[in-house]
């Protein structure tokens, strides 16, 4: 009966098992729901997000031919706003449709084909069959094209043309250094400027030069410690680049070479396809010209009367074009040629390179004639800086402050304000920087009111027109007291060290200044319209200059050595970072753990330097052990 009863309760409790349902474990429960959290984040960034590695892996080539990949195809890193699931900050991430996108280029398969015909190639030459070898890598070479890739970025000509800044700066860079690898193809990823690239640069800097040299289309120039920059009209369009100058290269050992040759392959390929373009058009306006005055006739359009605004746009940029016209230049030796030839010839000037009669201008760049040469007479002998003054003031400036052997006046930039007082030109400067609010008005230099008088002597401060100058550092002035504070500061700041590294000091507290003072700057732009007045900017500035006097009159000689030493130990550690962060990936790893192993043997050496001052000081004995060679360190009263 016992055991009927006991199986009809067990029955019983299986068919009520709904009614009554088992209580559930509760432990661990939150875990499992972080983690299906945190595996919910990582799907969801990895569906928006790829890591570089990630994306090597999925396209299946190295990570060189994926960087010039995205390169040639304008795909870049990106941010991610929110790293939760990703797998770190210190990684590159890409978008992955972006990815996606590139495993439909065509340029992916030719590389994967390349690699295919490198290794083939490698085997017949491990074999010594060096004829087959010679036959396969001229018939089965793969070869691509960038035309595709140009056409995508830039649909129209005129956006090629607007973004041709960065790559014009780029190709004169390349065509002034010396190639160092000999080799007429761009497939194989090269890492340094090629023999074929760099006559290919050499040619479109040749060939841009003489466009704009036949449009005449120059407007600025301005000479830099970099090199000079140029600004040209091209179709409407603004260019302006930069040109070295033509001295030997020595060049850095911390840049990534392999990037900028392959952003200089993708340049070339782009500056061909917009001067085939522009060379096609000057030349059928130059036919079309030229069969006008042969039949006497004019365009319709030109029937229509000109605005007097467009009338007399057109008169000065005439004027401008024909700036040097009936002048005749000899420039002497030591001159860049390359640059002053061509502004020269932008602006209608003849160059002849023999001292003959007809010589209206001698351009030379020393303080004395050679020996044994006489002055001709009749010739200006000017210093080079003349020309260029003569373009950014769009008129001829009286040759007297740039005759042989005299100092030179100050040479002002025409990209920040309008020498010749232009309306036009200052309406283009603020157009030109409407988005930048560092703007100042009526903050014109000396030496350009001085060249407007030259101009024209009827002009005054007061009547001319509204300047727009873009400026770089805060331009509030200081009285005596506040110069007077910088001087004691800098001389309390330097007594401890010798003449030497006192200037050495001196120059770097100057460049720290000046990064403080662009920071102020940028901190009064984003103040806006709440910026304080001048009057408050100064006493708040007084205010400063007093609490560092204050401060470095309390230290010590000890504490400023200490202070010299941080400083330079964190800038040490800044230019480490930096060059850590253009490393490659393998090259990061191995300094790590060399630096990791450097660490770990300077902590056993400290170690071990401290028993050894503890034994010798008489705060620990040594005694041997009965294996023989172990010591055993034992302090008084414990061991």
Known sequence: KATVSVLNCSVASRHHTHTHPAPMKTKGKGRGVKKAADKKQRTSFKRAYLSKAQAVRRLQITGAEFERLVILKGVYPREPRRFEGSMGKDRSYYFTKDILWLEREPMLHRLRDFGTFKKKLARLKGRRE???????????????????????????????????????????????????????TTIEGHTYLTSGMAEQCRDIRDRWLKYVTSAQG???????????????KVQGETVTWQTPYEFTSNPPGDVVYRVL????????????????????????????????????????????????????????????????????????????????????????????????????????????????????????????????????????????????????????SPFRISISNDADEIAELERAIALDRRILENDVPDRVHQIRRMLDPTYNVTSATADVHLSDEDDDELDEDDQRAIADADQSDDESVSEDASTDNEVKENIERSKQSKKKLQKKLEEGDNKPSDAGRVAAKRKRLAEMREEREGEDVSAKKKRKVEEAKAKEDADKELKMAVMDTKKRKLYKAMQFGIKKRGKKQDELEERRAAIREGEATVEKTGKGSAIKLKKKGKQ
């Open 218 to 232: 120059v407007q600025k120039t301005f000479i830099s410690i970099k090199g000079i920059y140029y600004q040209a």
């Open 130 to 184: 060096m004829f087959d070898a010679k036959k396969y890598e001229e018939n089965h070479r793969p070869q691509y094209s960038l035309a595709s890739m140009i056409k995508e970025r830039y649909p129209t000509f005129a956006d090629a043309l607007r973004d041709c800044d960065d790559a014009l700066t780029h190709i004169f860079l390349y065509a002034a250094l010396p190639p160092r690898v000999h080799s007429d």
């Open 261 to 412: 040759i392959s952003f200089l392959e993708f340049y070339l390929q782009q500056m061909r396809f917009i001067l085939f373009k522009l060379e096609h058009d000057l030349k059928v306006e130059k036919e079309r010209a030229a069969q006008k005055e042969d039949d006497d006739a004019e365009d319709v359009a030109e029937n229509f009367p000109l605005s007097d605004d467009d009338q007399r746009r057109k008169v000065k940029a005439d004027k401008l074009r024909t700036l040097f016209s009936g002048m005749t230049f000899y420039v002497s030796r030591e001159n860049p040629k390359m640059h002053l030839n061509f502004v020269v010839e932008a602006f209608s000037g003849k160059l002849v390179h023999d001292l003959k009669p007809g010589i209206t201008h001698y351009i030379i760049d020393r303080p004395a004639l050679p020996p044994g040469e006489k002055k001709l007479v009749g010739v200006d002998y000017v210093q080079p800086q003349w020309l260029f003054d003569c373009v950014n003031a769009k008129g001829l400036l009286p040759v007297d402050e740039y005759l042989l052997g005299k100092q030179l006046p100050p040479h002002v």
